[in-house]
């Protein structure tokens, strides 16, 4: 009977608030936001062509980042057999945004959104001129997490994204800009990171400059001692070296205890560390602090499978339908190959 309780009671709260994820890209949004994407170009020292992307964000004005101008000293902008000289430029190094100035762009501006307000597991769009193709390029993706940062919530995603690409545009499923494409992790599984637009509003205020190279570290390229958490967490995971993932964990739900992700990754670090009653009691407190935490949910599905807890499956299985029906699948498949294996066992 208390476990009856228990799963009624989470179905509850899990369900309490929570509306499906629109799935579906409004087309004629994002075609607009195709066309504010530019390309940035200059010459290194060397005599080659550097080049990065932007994305006009008022008129005359393109939103990009600070490291693509690290060793040209005359940059333009361009689009097609089109360029348009660049009068100005305001950096925030630390956080790698440019607001560049420009002459006469005909390009309409980007609706600017925001992160803040999404789910995991929503859909998203990075667009931008990756491997220096002359035509911008979409890669579609969904919204793995965001990262509370210097006032603002730092994106991960999976919409891919190469060389070419930093300063392009990550759009949410409206059209609307979230996040300027940055950096990612090494590897084949890596992590694809964006920045939020709301660091604009600061960006605006800094000095305008016209000397170029522009130099200075980013945060993202400190000392791994002194990244934030949730790219330190990064290697350890894709590398799957649970002990020492274990480890930052632990010292990011110290330093952040109402952190959502770093319960979350505590939970996995502990689960693959056989700490499974200590892993779920992560994985409830993070979906405490977000019932929008889906991955949160999913783990404890899944671990209550495991368990034969068939209430809690189901309640579980009906909040994911509920939220995304791609992850509602990929649960699915999940316990039913538990169940499986179980009974292998």
């Known amino acids: 009977m208390r476990n009856i309780k228990i799963t009624l009671s989470l179905a509850a709260f899990l369900l309490t608030g929570l509306t499906p994820i629109a799935q579906a890209f409004d087309k004629e949004k ?30 005359n004005k393109v939103l990009t980042n600070c490291h693509i101008f690290r060793q040209t000293k005359e940059p333009w902008i361009s689009r097609g057999e089109d360029s348009y000289t660049i009068a100005s430029i305001q950096a925030d190094r630390y956080h790698d945004l440019c607001l560049i100035t420009a002459d006469n762009i005909p390009f309409p501006p980007a609706v600017i959104g925001s992160v803040n307000n999404m789910r995991k597991g929503e859909e998203i769009v990075a667009i931008g001129h990756s491997s220096a193709s002359p035509a911008p390029i979409t890669s579609f993706g969904a919204l793995k997490s965001s990262y509370p940062y210097e ?19 990550l759009f949410d499923g409206q059209g609307r800009l ?51 958490y949730f790219m330190q967490i990064a290697e350890p995971e894709i590398q799957e070296e649970w002990s020492r993932l274990l480890g930052i964990a632990q010292k990011w739900t110290k330093k952040e205890p109402n952190n959502t992700e770093a319960w979350y990754e ?12 200590d892993a779920e009691k992560s994985y409830r407190h993070a979906l405490m602090l977000s019932q929008g935490n889906i991955d949160a949910m999913f783990r404890l599905g899944v671990m209550a499978a495991e368990q034969g807890n068939i209430n809690e499956v189901q309640a579980i299985k009906l909040a994911i339908s509920n939220i995304d029906t791609d992850m509602a699948e990929e649960f699915n498949t999940a316990i039913t190959c538990d169940e499986k294996c179980q009974k292998r066992r």
């Open 266 to 277: 505590l939970g996995v670090a502990q689960e693959h560390s056989n700490q499974k009653a």
């Open 151 to 169: 006032g603002a919530n730092v994106i991960r995603s999976s919409a891919r994204f190469a060389m070419g690409a930093s300063g392009s545009g």
């Open 178 to 228: 979230i996040g300027i494409n940055t950096f990612k992790t090494p590897g084949r599984n890596a992590y694809f990171y964006a920045l939020p637009v709301e660091w604009l509003a600061t960006l605006e205020k800094m000095p305008a400059e016209t000397k170029y190279p522009i130099d200075g570290k980013t945060f993202w390229e400190e000392e791994d001692v002194n990244k934030p």
């Open 30 to 59: 994002l075609l607009g936001s195709f066309f504010s994407i530019v390309m940035i170009r200059g010459y290194n020292p060397d005599g080659s062509l550097a080049y990065g992307s932007g994305v006009v964000v008022a008129p």
